[in-house]
């Protein structure tokens, strides 16, 4: 008995993933059973309304039977789901997508199976180009560099100043009563700007810097004051010189938008009454206190995930809306006057899809190329947060997201904790849940401010939950284990800039930087001290995705995920870039490419410049453990 259907097959769904609203979806079935088939349907459901739909038989093929039916998709965005009903005169049979709901080949169940899902979004969806051929830089201002400015000068006594290269403070006895995050290294926007030339020549066209708004802490994601750019970082007048010299090396600036909360030491709530206003937790009469929701007044407040320091706001009370969002000079239109060339969102499940989809109008009315980015650490395409189906990349919301399932995937593959094809089927269930506006667009990091640092991870670091806090603190690799982690960065690297989407780099990961989660993932850039080697294979990395754009915009196929090895190509009509990394420390991988239906005429490895013999359309080579190739393929034809 044979029943069989795959996603991602142009003979059994056609076009391949998400469809604009109105499309024509072809779906089949094939199905080789002893019984006869009374009835197959396919069932769909659609804003939780369930829809049947009878299948017919259109041909026999392989001594089986294929079944087709056509599906126009709604007119509105949203999510489809899909499954398979096959009804004979003895059984029922239920087919649906695979235990992993990974997409592609399904499976046969009793019951009711888990459903393929389609993406349903507006025709008009775009994302900035700009943004799609960018390479971004996460900056974390206060630990990327001093500058000429003295942050120490900008008038605060609750400061606790470190010097440059020490570890951060991560006990609540180093600060006093508790944990406050007032360690100050003194990077600021002056630092930023003396080092354009570095990011410049590293190959950097983007900039994504943390918080930078006045605040009581080091990370800023307490905001104090969404209208000033904190003393200890610069000024309003200094972010505006920041945006001018960085648009001359050709480099965008994108903010940290912190919505969801605000800091308790802030000028709206003010509870620690540092400002002139007057803010909720002191009135009810403020003009902020609608602002917040208090559950006995004043010292009991809804707050993010109960830090009584982040008070969380109500992002759909009007005031606020108009505020941030919908007023001529409001905070993020206002920021983007000044230079900014778009928003990063936190924790953007946490803010209303009311209040993202106007903040979409909002700035692409104001600037249609300005960038809107969610952090999102699930796909985005189907995340369910507090209860409600979230739409994030169906043309109405975000541009981009942040792709943690990625960082995941290459992770635990550069670990050898998963094969080369579990990672090539969870890349492509991305690839095949998201628009391909939204999929070219997807923020691809290997660290950030809020995860391990990628060379401890690629080091076989203990897990860190395993390690106290001191034993975190003073955790370095052994020279074996950081040798081991820096020819795993190098196929990773390779990856994050010839795959689909937007490489960003957090600082200090190309100079080597190790460390766990916050706050030792945030210690100063050591500048001097960097490891020539990984920024080398940065540089590389980057100079190839410059100058291949097919990189940036061509079409992607795997090609070959078998054991330790995956191989796949970027093509365009004239000419293809294959890539093809072997993630084994041991094992020599001989590859075997069949690019027949290409008609590929002329193969060249990009980095020897060695021609690759080709002998009836098939490419053959060897992979050394730990080692890559790139190969540039001339083409006649695609399929």
């Not at 900035?128 to 500058?147: L, S």
């Not at 991870?457 to 052994?478: C, Y």
């Amino acid at each position: 008995m044979i029943i069989e259907h795959d996603s991602r097959n142009s003979f059994y769904r056609f076009p391949f993933g998400a469809v604009p609203c109105l499309s024509t979806v072809v779906l089949r079935l094939f199905v080789k059973i002893e019984d006869i088939p009374r009835k197959i349907s396919l069932v769909y459901t659609f804003n939780n309304k369930p829809v049947s739909l009878t299948m017919y038989y259109i041909n026999s093929i392989a001594q089986g039977s294929l079944y087709e039916t056509m599906l126009t998709v709604p007119e509105t965005p949203g999510l489809l789901w899909y499954y398979f009903i096959i009804e004979t005169n003895t059984k029922t049979y239920y087919y649906g997508n695979n235990s992993n709901k990974y997409g592609g080949l399904g499976a046969l169940y009793q019951d009711i199976p888990p459903s393929y899902q389609i993406t349903v979004y507006k025709k008009e969806y775009k994302t900035p180009d700009w943004f799609k051929n960018a390479i971004i830089y996460q900056i974390f201002p206060d630990r990327f560099y001093k500058g000429s400015m003295d942050s120490f000068a900008a008038g605060r006594d609750d400061i606790l100043p470190r010097k440059w290269g020490e570890i951060p403070y991560y006990k609540k006895e180093q600060f006093g009563e508790e944990y406050k995050s007032n360690d100050f290294f003194g990077g600021n926007l002056t630092g930023i700007i003396e080092k354009l030339p570095y990011l410049c020549d590293l190959g950097i066209t983007a900039i994504y810097l943390n918080p930078i708004f006045q605040a009581y802490s080091n990370h800023k994601y307490d905001v104090g004051d969404y209208e000033v750019v904190d003393p200890m970082f610069g000024s309003n007048e200094l972010f505006q010189k920041l945006c001018n010299e960085a648009s001359k090396y050709g480099i965008k600036i994108i903010l940290d938008g912190v919505f969801s909360h605000t800091g308790s030491d802030s000028k709206y709530f003010n509870k620690e009454g540092t400002y002139s206003t007057t803010g909720a937790f002191q009135s009810k009469d403020s003009p902020y206190y609608s602002w917040y929701s208090f559950i006995d007044y004043p010292d009991n407040y809804e707050c993010w995930w109960g830090i009584k320091t982040l008070p969380q706001t109500n992002e759909t009370e009007t005031t606020f809306m108009e505020y941030i969002l919908t007023s001529p000079d409001s905070i993020v239109k206002k920021w983007l006057a000044w230079g900014a060339a778009g928003w990063r969102l936190d924790v953007a499940d946490e803010l209303p899809p009311e209040f993202i989809k106007i903040l979409r109008r909002e700035i692409k009315a104001f600037d249609p190329e300005a960038v809107i980015i969610g952090e999102v650490w699930e796909d985005a395409s189907n995340k369910i947060s507090y209860g409600q189906q979230r739409e994030y990349i169906l043309g109405e919301e975000l541009d981009s997201v942040t792709n943690y399932p990625l960082r995941n995937a290459l992770i635990d593959f550069a670990c050898g904790h998963i094969d080369a094809y579990t990672f090539g089927m969870r890349i492509m269930s991305l690839y095949e849940n998201y628009p391909k506006e939204a999929f070219y667009s997807l923020m691809n990091f290997l660290s950030t401010h809020d995860v391990e640092r990628i060379i401890t991870m690629l080091g076989d670091a203990p897990p860190e939950h395993t390690l106290s806090p001191d034993e975190k603190a003073e955790f370095i690799l052994s020279k074996e284990k950081f040798e081991l982690a820096k020819s795993r960065l190098k196929n990773l690297v390779l990856l994050q800039m010839t795959m689909p989407g937007v490489p960003c780099i957090y600082y200090g990961d190309e100079a080597g930087m190790q460390g766990y989660g916050d706050p030792f993932n945030r210690k100063p850039f050591p500048w001097g001290k960097e490891d020539k080697e990984i920024k080398a294979i940065y540089k590389e990395m980057i100079d190839l995705r410059k100058k291949q754009l097919i990189l940036v915009n061509g079409e992607f196929e795997i090609l070959y995920m078998y054991s330790s090895c995956f191989s796949f190509a970027r093509y365009n009509k004239e000419k293809m870039i294959l890539v093809a990394v072997n993630m084994s420390t041991k094992q020599e991988i001989f590859t075997r490419l069949d690019l027949a239906r290409f008609c590929p005429s002329h193969a060249q490895d990009l980095k020897t410049k060695i021609k690759i013999p080709i002998i009836d359309g098939i490419i053959i080579f060897d992979l050394p453990p730990l080692e890559f190739r790139v190969i540039k393929v001339d083409i006649k034809k695609p399929r």
